[in-house]
T-cell receptor
Framework: NAGVTQTPKFRILKIGQSMTLQCTQD?????MYWYRQDPGMGLKLIYY???????DKGEVPNGYNVSRSTTEDFPLRLELAAPSQTSVYFC?????????????FGPGTRLTVL | GESVGLHLPTLSVQEGDNSIINCAYS??????FIWYKQESGKGPQFIID?????DKRQGQRVTVLLNKTVKHLSLQIAATQPGDSAVYFC???????????FGAGTQVVVTP
């Protein structure tokens, strides 16, 4: 298994541009999560999904959108990039909620908005 | 809102010594806690977890202690090695959907 994969690894955006961060897992996990990590800080939840077609907001959803059309993929969309969205983004997945099964993390996407 | 936090931002440890990383939490309803290790440029990696009905859990070279009376969590690493150098995060499960709330992290630096 490749586990959780994320693309791209790095990206620089100009203010107002849009992009999609890709996340794919090959473990047949139902639960998927998007986090952002600002320098020197812990991870904050942006959006999560408990299965295909079901998504919900986390702690910091403003400026982002998600979709979950398949079990494997959980893309994160930035429509109008702002400097405040400069961060490292991590996708994670688990078979069931944390507490029952471990959350596996991808390697991250480092995004800079200038 | 309630949050998970850490006492020490940086911990310098001599190789071979034991490390202790501390974490304070404020949500008394949390029933599950996890420690993650994050190496530079990588995603968090699960180390060990503990449920609120336990006080202690041991893994390979790691032990997690939970003190619910003072809402305190600690991670002990025995015989710290250079490969243990990383940022360590504690996290608590905040609801039944598996959403995790993370602390700010502690940088562990292992010196020869």
């Amino acid at each position: 298994n490749a586990g959780v994969t994320q693309t791209p690894k790095f990206r620089i955006l100009k203010i107002g541009q849009s992009m999609t961060l890709q996340c794919t897992q090959d473990m047949n996990h139902n639960y998927m999560y998007w986090y952002r990590q600002d320098p020197g800080m812990g991870l904050k939840l942006i959006y999560y999904s408990v299965g295909a077609g079901i998504t919900d907001k986390g702690e910091v959803p403003n400026g982002y959108n998600v979709s979950r059309s398949t079990t494997e993929d959980f893309p994160l969309r930035l429509e109008l990039a702002a400097p405040s969205q400069t961060s490292v983004y991590f996708c994670a997945s688990s078979y069931s909620p944390a507490g029952d099964n471990e959350q596996f993390f991808g390697p991250g996407t480092r995004l800079t908005v200038l | 809102g309630e949050s998970v936090g850490l006492h020490l931002p940086t911990l310098s440890v001599q190789e071979g010594d034991n490390s202790i990383i501390n974490c304070a939490y404020s949500n008394s309803a949390s029933d599950y806690f996890i420690w993650y290790k994050q190496e530079s440029g990588k995603g968090p990696q699960f180390i060990i977890d503990i449920r609120s009905n336990m006080d202690k859990r041991q893994g390979q070279r790691v032990t997690v202690l939970l003190n619910k009376t003072v809402k305190h969590l600690s991670l002990q690493i025995a015989a710290t090695q250079p490969g243990d150098s990383a940022v360590y995060f504690c996290a608590e499960k905040s609801d039944s959907w598996g959403k995790l709330q993370f602390g700010a992290g502690t940088q562990v630096v292992v010196t020869p």
